[in-house]
Structure formats: structure tokens, C-alpha cells
């Protein structure tokens, strides 16, 4: 026996701004597990092709460039006193990625399976030897469809718009309104959910959780707590 033998893949996955990042850095943290934000790896792509003028007027994808561009797309993450930084061809990209920029392109550039399947095949090879708590959409169905936990987050569009109108404020954007969050998370919502190419789905041996009345402690001990039990059963 050696001492990755106890170690478990845990999945999260739920809508945006579910609050499931949060809740998964912390645990992360705790448990001493690595931490990845599969979201952020389709956001610096998408970032890329922004960049790259692969992004049309009307919203939609040269998907051929891109497709063309993917070998020379380096995604990874680098440990940084306030958390973890995604590096795009090693540059440090965090905040860049996180703007509504970014965010209303993501969703056609996530739906192409050429990105997914370059990106499914990274996020593998990040929980190579266990010890991960990755977060997405389809954590638990696609890419650890054996990951020994996982969980699924759910909240009403209202309260994740809020949330992420919030965090914005707190960064400095004061000119992104809550009517343009509330617009952008119902229609990622609704292109997560229909996509061919793993959609959103809950796992079948997923577990619940719905945290609108929850604080993030308490989330977090929650967390920790099916952490421990999916420890315990896997003993
Ligand atoms: O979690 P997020 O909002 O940062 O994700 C950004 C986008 O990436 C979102 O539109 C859904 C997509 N995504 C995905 O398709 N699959 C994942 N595993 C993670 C995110």
C-alpha cells in the first residue's frame, strides 16, 4: 500500500454560478487534494479565440480555426497566494477569463466536441493518481464517470444571476447590471442543458444539493462531511 491508495476522485458539477467553485477550492484545501476549474480551461480557450478573431460578429465560431488552433492552446494552473491562477500558453489569464466578455462566448466554444474531447482528455489526466476535486458540468457523467463522489449543486437562475452580479461588483465592474447577469446565466443555462455533446446532466449516483438557503460555511461543512463519509465507505 502507499499513501495515494486512499485517495478518491470528487466530482462537482451544477449550473453557473452555483457556487460550486467556492465550495470545491475549500474543500480542496482541507482535505490537501488538487484543485482544478474545468469552466476555466473552456474560458481561456474561448479567450483564445477572442484574441485570434475566431469569435464572428454575429456571436458564432470559426470553428475550423480553431479546431486547427487547438495543439497550439497550452492550458494550466498555477498555485497563487489568493488562490489558483489558469495560465493560457503561460500567461496568466484568471481575470481576463472571468469577464462578460468571456462569458458570453463561452458557451458556443464549449459546444464544440473537438474542444471538449481536448479538454475531457486534460481534466483526465489532472485526476491521474486521484487526489482532485474538479468542478463543471460534466465531471461525473464524462470525465470521472468513477469518481467515488459526487455531488450536484442546484439554485434558482435569480439567486446564481445575483450572486455572480455581486462578485463582479466586488471586483470593480460597475457598469455589468444585473439584468445583463440574470440574461447571460438563463441562456448558459439553457445551451448547457441542450447541448449534443455532454449536456448538464445530474449523475445517476450523484447527491443533491440545494444551496440557496445555505451560507458557505455551511456549505462547506456539508462538503467535508460527504467527503468523510465517502471516505469511510471506501475503506
Ligand atoms: O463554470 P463556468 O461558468 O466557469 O463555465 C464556463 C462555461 O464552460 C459554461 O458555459 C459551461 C462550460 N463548461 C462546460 O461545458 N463543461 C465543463 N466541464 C465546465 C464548463
Not at 458570453?104 to 459546444?111: G, L
Request: hydrophobic share 40%; proline share 3%; with cysteine.
Amino acid at each position: 500500500m502507499n499513501c495515494t491508495d486512499n485517495k478518491i476522485i470528487i466530482a462537482i458539477d451544477g449550473f453557473s454560478s452555483s457556487g460550486k467553485s467556492t465550495m470545491a477550492k475549500e474543500l480542496a484545501k482541507r482535505i490537501g487534494y488538487r484543485y482544478i476549474d474545468s469552466g476555466a480551461m473552456y474560458r481561456a480557450v474561448t479567450l483564445y479565440a477572442l484574441e485570434h478573431d475566431m469569435i464572428l460578429a454575429d456571436g458564432s465560431v470559426d470553428v475550423e480555426s480553431l479546431v486547427a488552433a487547438l495543439g497550439d492552446i497550452n492550458i494550466d494552473f498555477l498555485p497563487c497566494a489568493d488562490g489558483q491562477h489558469t495560465l493560457l500558453n503561460g500567461r496568466d489569464v484568471e481575470k481576463e477569463i472571468r469577464t462578460l466578455r468571456v462569458s458570453s462566448s463561452v458557451s458556443p466554444v464549449a459546444v464544440i466536441p473537438a474542444v471538449r474531447h481536448a479538454l475531457v482528455a486534460k481534466q483526465q489526466a489532472f485526476g491521474d493518481g486521484r487526489g482532485i476535486v474538479m468542478d463543471g458540468r460534466d465531471i461525473g457523467t464524462t470525465v470521472f464517470p468513477d469518481a467515488e463522489l459526487k455531488i450536484y449543486v442546484n439554485a434558482p437562475a435569480e439567486t446564481r444571476a445575483h450572486r455572480r452580479w455581486l462578485e463582479l461588483q466586488e471586483k470593480g465592474d460597475t457598469t455589468t447590471t444585473y439584468e445583463q447577469v440574470l440574461e447571460n446565466v438563463v441562456s448558459r443555462d439553457h445551451i448547457d442543458m441542450t447541448r449534443e455533446e455532454s449536456p448538464l446532466r445530474r449523475a445517476d449516483d450523484a447527491i443533491d444539493l440545494d444551496n440557496t438557503e445555505m451560507t458557505i460555511d455551511e456549505q462547506n461543512e456539508w462538503l467535508l462531511n460527504q467527503f468523510n463519509r465517502a471516505l469511510t465507505g471506501k475503506k
